[in-house]
Nanobody, 128 residues
C-alpha cells in the first residue's frame, strides 16, 4: 500500500511562509493537501496530478501553491503570507496507485472518495 510521509510545518508568524512536503512510497495519479482545525470540518486546499495538472479549492490559490517533483515522489505545499486562520493540521492524501484518478476526479473537494490514503499530518501554527 502506498505510504505518505509528511515533513515541514511548525510555528510561524503571520505574514511568513512555510513549505510542507509529502513523500510518497510510489506512484499515484492524484495527490492533494487538506487541512483540519479543531472543531471544524476537513477542508481541501489543492490537488495535483502526476502530470503536474493542479486544481485549487476556492480562495486557496492566492496564498497556497501545490507542486510535485516526480523524481523524488514528493508533493509540496508552499504557504505564503500565512494568517492565524491557517492554523490547522495539514494532511497530504493520495489515490491508490491502481486507480486512474485524473481530470475532474482529482479535486480537493471534501469528500473525495478516491483520495483515501493519508499522511500522518503535520501541525501548522500561525501566531499574530
Amino acid at each position: 500500500q502506498l505510504q505518505l510521509v509528511q515533513s515541514g510545518g511548525g510555528s510561524v508568524q503571520a505574514g511568513g511562509s512555510l513549505r510542507l512536503s509529502c513523500v510518497a512510497s510510489g506512484y499515484s495519479y492524484c495527490l492533494g493537501w487538506f487541512r483540519e482545525d479543531q472543531g471544524k470540518e476537513r477542508e481541501g486546499i489543492a490537488t495535483i496530478e502526476w502530470t503536474g495538472s493542479t486544481t485549487y479549492a476556492d480562495s486557496m490559490q492566492t496564498r497556497f501553491t501545490i507542486s510535485i517533483d516526480t523524481s523524488k515522489n514528493t508533493v509540496y505545499l508552499e504557504m505564503n503570507n500565512v494568517q492565524p486562520e491557517d492554523t490547522a493540521m495539514y494532511y497530504c492524501a493520495a489515490a491508490p496507485p491502481h486507480l486512474v484518478v485524473t481530470g475532474s476526479f482529482c479535486h480537493p473537494g471534501v469528500p473525495n472518495e478516491y483520495l483515501n490514503l493519508w499522511g500522518q499530518g503535520t501541525l501548522v501554527t500561525v501566531s499574530s
